[in-house]
């Protein structure tokens, strides 16, 4: 019995020394592996220093400028051509950037100047409608631009914010830099001012701090809004159209070249609306008013509703029935 054991055991280890001999190869000498080597793509060669039972991965990805690489040889022709004239199209985009940081760098507040102005904080409370405002004013006075046909005032003695043309500067004191609006514990309303002026992002919530309205100015106008200037005087406005969120909605100017208004109507979706006035120059005497559709639906022809000489005197009056 134990011979038989023994030729057992001898003819198990002789199989798995021919299994074994199967399964390894027999390996190669330096000089093979060197000739192979040369024989190879750039990817076998990659795929052979691999470890065992890891192999090149199959997926592609998508390089900036939604160019897919899916093999070394897009690599290199991405790496080639693109990226050369991708650079370019990076450091325009990082000029345009560095752009608008530079003009949101100039709304930066210290507490103490916005613009390079110097303003001093102010705080409303009613307690009767639960209404707080904190808000800033010119330190010193400054008359606001000539451009705007309303300007929010502080009454510094009664103690009260307004909406108005023109206030004595020695008793109130023009809106300058942020301010803030709660009802109770929510804030309502926030935005900024220069000179009196809406400027920059003013947003609107509702009691659950849900966004309600969002808008953009520049110093009092729509921040899309189309200027043009006389000359190269961009000081010196001839006409704004306002432009809101794409669409010509609002108000629109005209002005004479001294700065006095010539003109102003209201637009709604590309249409004017309303009345529409015109002015000698000067800005205080009317000219002329125009009676447009009422809305953006109304399809009624406008039609001259009454005009004046430069002396103030009615020249015509339409004695149709105005809106």
């Given at each position: 019995m134990g011979m038989r054991i023994s030729v057992i055991i001898a003819?198990?280890?002789?199989?798995?020394?021919?299994?074994?001999?199967?399964?390894?190869?027999?390996?190669?000498?330096?000089?093979?592996?060197?000739?192979?080597?040369?024989?190879?793509?750039?990817?076998q060669k990659i795929e052979n220093t691999l470890p065992v039972d890891v192999s090149l991965p199959s997926a592609s990805l998508n390089a900036p400028g939604s160019q897919k690489i899916?093999?070394?040889?897009?690599?290199?022709?991405?790496?080639?051509?693109?990226?050369?004239?991708?650079?370019?199209?990076v450091k325009e985009r990082t000029r345009k950037t560095a752009k608008i940081l530079k003009k949101q760098e100039s709304r930066l507040f210290d507490g103490k100047n916005y613009k390079g102005i110097a303003v001093e904080k102010?705080?409303?409370?009613?307690?009767?409608?639960?209404?707080?405002?904190?808000?800033?004013?010119?330190?010193?006075?400054?008359?606001p631009p000539p451009y705007h046909r309303t300007?929010?005032?502080?009454?510094?003695?009664?103690k009260r914010v307004s909406e108005v043309l023109a206030r004595d500067p020695k008793t109130n004191s023009l809106l300058h830099g942020p301010y803030r609006e709660y009802r109770g514990d929510n804030l309502v309303k926030e935005g900024?001012?220069?000179?009196?002026?809406?400027?920059?992002?003013?947003l609107q919530?509702?009691?659950?701090?849900?966004?309600?309205?969002?808008?953009?100015?520049?110093?009092?106008?729509?921040?899309e809004s189309r200027i043009s200037y006389y000359g190269g005087d961009s000081t010196r406005i001839r006409e704004v159209v306002p432009v809101r969120f794409g669409k010509i909605n609002g108000t629109y100017y005209r002005f004479y070249e001294n700065g006095t208004l010539a003109e102003e109507g209201r637009y709604d979706d590309g249409k004017k609306i309303g009345k529409w006035v015109e002015y000698y120059e000067g800005g205080n005497r009317r000219k002329r008013e125009i009676q447009h559709p009422v809305n953006y639906?109304?399809?009624?022809?406008?039609?001259?509703?009454?005009?004046?000489?430069?002396?103030?005197?009615?020249?015509?009056?339409n004695k149709k029935q105005t809106r």
């Open positions: 003819f198990i280890f002789f199989c798995l020394q021919v299994t074994a001999q199967d399964v390894v190869p027999k390996a190669k000498t330096k000089e093979q592996r060197k000739a192979e080597r040369k024989k190879m793509t750039l990817e899916s093999s070394l040889e897009d690599a290199r022709k991405y790496v080639n051509e693109t990226v050369p004239n991708y650079g370019k199209s102010r705080i409303l409370k009613r307690r009767s409608s639960l209404l707080y405002q904190e808000f800033y004013v010119l330190k010193e006075h400054r008359d300007f929010t005032w502080f009454d510094e003695k009664n900024y001012y220069y000179m009196g002026l809406k400027d920059g992002r003013w919530y509702d009691k659950d701090f849900i966004l309600l309205d969002k808008e953009n100015y520049h110093e009092g106008f729509y921040d639906f109304d399809e009624t022809e406008p039609y001259t509703v009454i005009e004046y000489d430069d002396k103030g005197k009615v020249t015509f009056e």
